[in-house]
């Protein structure tokens, strides 16, 4: 059941373009310092199923990155049990989305390279061979794949910024207006009545 949940997450990360292969010939000797581990957790939901979640491990970026450069907005807990109230005062229809592999959806403004190591590297092989295998190198008698992210990936400290980014500009697009004292909370007037949008992180309430 876990390699069947890692092959789910590592396809994720193939399907939705990520990252691409390259040369580790080809990195500096700083670039291969830099370069972040990929880790991978299994976890069992309560209905027993065995989930995989896959993320960079962004402590190397810490010394580089300031908490200004790498801070997202996230919903205050006022706008929550405000808006909470006026959905039940107004009656309004409520859905909880969860967006997945949110931050894979993100485009990367950054030069980030990440390194995958053993049974995880084989995964990706295995996804599309003529793509990943002459990339993939011995280090230490274990198989090794370094990548450049092309998208944001959970785990590298601006990723959730990337997504909020793209998240509220998609909202002015499709016509909603960020609210100026909290930039987690979008509303747009459908038919006569308005629609909020909060949001933290990936997961949105919906109300309208």
Same mark, same amino acid.
């Given at each position: 059941?876990?390699?069947?949940?890692?092959?789910?997450?590592?396809?994720?990360?193939?399907?939705?373009?990520?990252?691409?292969?390259?040369?580790?010939?080809?990195?500096?000797?700083?670039?291969?310092?830099?370069?972040?581990?990929?880790?991978?957790?299994?976890?069992?939901?309560?209905?027993?199923?065995?989930?995989?979640?896959?993320?960079?491990?962004?402590?190397?970026?810490?010394?580089?990155?300031?908490?200004?450069?790498?801070?997202?907005?996230?919903?205050?807990?006022?706008?929550?049990?405000?808006?909470?109230?006026?959905?039940?005062?107004?009656?309004?229809?409520?859905?909880?989305?969860?967006?997945?592999?949110?931050?894979?959806?993100?485009?990367?403004?950054?030069?980030?390279?990440?390194?995958?190591?053993?049974?995880?590297? &084989?995964? /990706?092989?295995? @996804?599309?061979?003529? %793509?990943?295998?002459?990339?993939?190198?011995?280090?230490?008698?274990? #198989?090794? =794949?370094?990548? &450049?992210? /092309?998208?944001? @990936?959970?785990?590298? %400290?601006?990723?959730?910024?990337?997504?909020?980014?793209?998240?509220? #500009?998609? =909202?002015?697009?499709?016509?909603?207006?960020?609210?100026?004292?909290? %930039?987690?909370?979008?509303?747009?007037?459908?038919?006569?009545?308005?629609?909020?949008?909060?949001?933290?992180?990936?997961?949105?309430?919906?109300?309208?």
């Amino acid at each position: 059941d876990g390699l069947t949940a890692l092959g789910k997450e590592m396809e994720q990360l193939h399907t939705r373009k990520v990252a691409k292969p390259i040369d580790s010939m080809d990195l500096t000797k700083e670039q291969k310092r830099a370069t972040l581990r990929y880790l991978m957790f299994l976890s069992k939901k309560r209905c027993g199923r065995i989930k995989a979640r896959g993320c960079a491990d962004g402590r190397k970026q810490r010394e580089k990155t300031s908490k200004e450069e790498a801070s997202a907005p996230t919903v205050a807990i006022e706008s929550v049990m405000l808006s909470a109230t006026i959905d039940a005062m107004e009656g309004r229809d409520i859905a909880p989305v969860d967006i997945p592999g949110a931050f894979m959806q993100a485009g990367i403004d950054e030069v980030v390279h990440v390194k995958f190591k053993g049974e995880i590297a &084989e995964m /990706l092989v295995k @996804l599309d061979p003529k %793509l990943y295998r002459k990339y993939v190198k011995d280090e230490h008698g274990k #198989s090794v =794949l370094y990548v &450049e992210l /092309l998208k944001a @990936l959970y785990g590298t %400290l601006r990723a959730a910024l990337l997504f909020w980014k793209l998240l509220s #500009s998609k =909202l002015v697009l499709w016509g909603f207006k960020i609210n100026p004292y909290d %930039l987690c909370v979008a509303n747009k007037m459908i038919d006569g009545k308005q629609c909020t949008i909060l949001w933290h992180v990936d997961d949105l309430k919906i109300s309208h």
